[in-house]
Each structure stands twice: as C-alpha cells, then as structure tokens.
C-alpha cells in the first residue's frame, strides 16, 4: 500500500494574488491568514495584493509563502486528506513542521518571521545571489563554483539541476562560465546567497531564537533538508543548521520513495517541486494544490484512487 506526502513550497514562488482564493473558500485556510493578520498586520494583503518587488523581499516572501503553503494543506486536512509524510522546501521545511505539530500555527509564523529578518541581514550584510544551474552536472558545478572566492553549490535539485549562492560580485561571471561550460544559468528571484556560508550568522540567530521556542516531536516524519532524513532527537538544531546548509531535494525525495510514498502533493505557490519530483521519478503520482478548485480536485483524485 502506498503513502502520501505534502511537499512545502520555498521561496521564490511567491506572486501577488497567492492564497486569496483558498481564504476566500477554505474556513482552514482563512483561519492561518487570519492568526498571521494578528501577528503580523498586513500579511495577507501582501500576499493577495502586494507588488512582486514587495513580495521578492525576504522579510516579506518567507512570511507570506509560509501561509500559503500551510493554508493549502489545511484545507487539505478539512477535507479528509492527511499524509503519511511530509517535507519542505528551505523556508517550506518551516511550515512542513508546523503543519506536522512541531510548533503551534503562532509559533511556526512568529519563527518563519524571525527567520525571515535574520537571513535578509545576513544577505544586505554580504550581498549575494542564487542562480539555478541547468543541464551541467553536479561535480561540474562544484569546479565552478571553486573558481570563484565565493560561490557555493547549496541546492541539489535533481539530476542536471543544482543550484548555486554567489556573492553579487562574481555573479554575472559564474553565469558567463556556466554558458561556456555548456551549460544555463537561471538567476532566482531571491535576495541572498542562502543555504550557503553567508547564512552563517543568521543560523547562529536562528538557533538562539529556537532556544526560547517550543518544538515538539512531530506527529508524523518530517524529512530534513540538511541530511535527506526524517527529524530525529536534536530538532532546533537542524533547522538552524538548514540555513547555511545545502539542500539536499532529490535524496529527500528518493528516501521518501524508498519509505513508501507513491503519492505527493505540493502545497503552496508555484509548481516547481512538482517538476523536480517528475525529474527524479516518473513512477510517482505528482498533484499541485494553491487553490481552492485544485484542493478540490485533489481531494477527489486521492478518494477515488487511494494509494
């Protein structure tokens, strides 16, 4: 028998326009808008009407995707839909863990916020970039990025797709030697190096933060993107260390597939874990939900063919 798992949405999938119609029909989905409106003022106008330039800064995207990707699966869980798993991607690993019961909805949004603040310091402090690097492999990336003082390979996507955090310097350089190595490179629409060395001080503030922050043993396996594997006893920890650590998608996915899952289901804005779960597997059933008629539509599909 096959399981589900929601997968998180990370950054740089955020639009304006995200989640307003899962508020507008979900009462579960309203209810996280409506706890991080109390929190927060003005988060979910920014995310149903604020401008992209609004939206692309850090301070704003983690705060506003958090609440979208946990109002999708919300909505899914009123429906009768719960997972066997979950994961998420960077900042979606957040909400993956409140949605798991690992922090109260108010606690997860007061952190994703905190965190949010922490790595846009970080990144104005060291000024830096990402750029997913297509069609090279992974061991040419990592001769790449030595070429240059500061560049790091930090998210390893699936096969022919890493990416790499770059100082806004040598930027333009490292996509110069991506082409002439055959390569294409994709600047992101990020606004720092994360999941790299210039994150180091904001782990540090993270971790510091979780110390005054309650986190439970989540109710069901959460997998990590620092080593692929599902949290285990030293939780704050790892999330802190997820900051200037890389990703590491395609071994979550492929350990996730090892455990069982046949089914997952990206919540939140965008379809890109969506494209990189299909690279990674064609033997998985993939749904996308950001919407109320696609929660809908899932919900029928996961009742008509269970896995």
């Not at 997860?108 to 970039?129: I, Y």
């Not at 040598?170 to 055959?182: I, P, Y």
């Not at 993270?206 to 949290?231: H, Q, R, W």
């Not at 939780?235 to 089914?263: C, F, R």
């Amino acid at each position: 028998m096959g399981k589900i798992a929601f997968v998180f949405s990370g950054q740089g999938t955020q639009y304006s326009g995200m989640g307003k119609d899962l508020s507008d029909n979900s009462p579960a989905a309203k209810e996280v808008f409506d706890r991080a409106d109390a929190l927060r003022p003005g988060t979910s106008a920014q995310c149903f009407g604020g401008t992209q330039e609004e939206l692309n800064q850090t301070i704003n995207t983690q705060p506003c995707v958090f609440c979208v990707d946990l109002a999708a699966a919300q909505c899914l869980k009123a429906g009768g839909i719960v997972p066997d798993a979950v994961a998420g991607f960077s900042l979606g690993e957040v909400a993956a863990l409140t949605f798991a019961g690992a922090f109260s909805t108010d606690a997860g949004f007061r952190l994703v916020c905190r965190r949010a603040a922490f790595m846009q310091d970080a990144a104005e402090k060291q000024p830096s970039g990402m750029a997913a690097v297509l069609k090279l492999s992974v061991e040419t990336v990592q001769e790449l990025c030595e070429k240059h003082e500061s560049a790091y390979p930090v998210n390893y996507n699936c096969k022919g797709q890493t990416v790499a955090a770059i100082s806004k310097n040598d930027l333009d350089a490292f996509c110069r030697d991506v082409q002439e190595a055959g390569g294409r490179a994709v600047p992101l629409a990020v606004s720092g190096g994360f999941h790299s060395p210039f994150m180091n001080e904001a782990a540090e503030k993270l971790l510091a933060e979780l110390e005054t922050t309650e986190m439970l043993s989540p109710t069901l396996p959460v997998y990590s993107n620092v080593d692929a594997k599902p949290y285990g006893e030293n939780g704050k920890v790892t999330l802190s260390e997820q900051i200037n650590h890389p990703v590491y998608w395609q071994k979550s996915v492929e350990n996730m597939i090892a455990d069982g899952i046949d089914t997952f289901v990206e919540v939140g804005p965008g379809k890109t874990l969506c494209g990189l779960i299909k690279k990674i597997s064609s033997q998985v059933r993939i749904l996308h939900v950001e919407n109320f008629a696609e929660a809908q539509a899932a919900v029928e599909e996961l009742r008509r063919n269970p896995c």
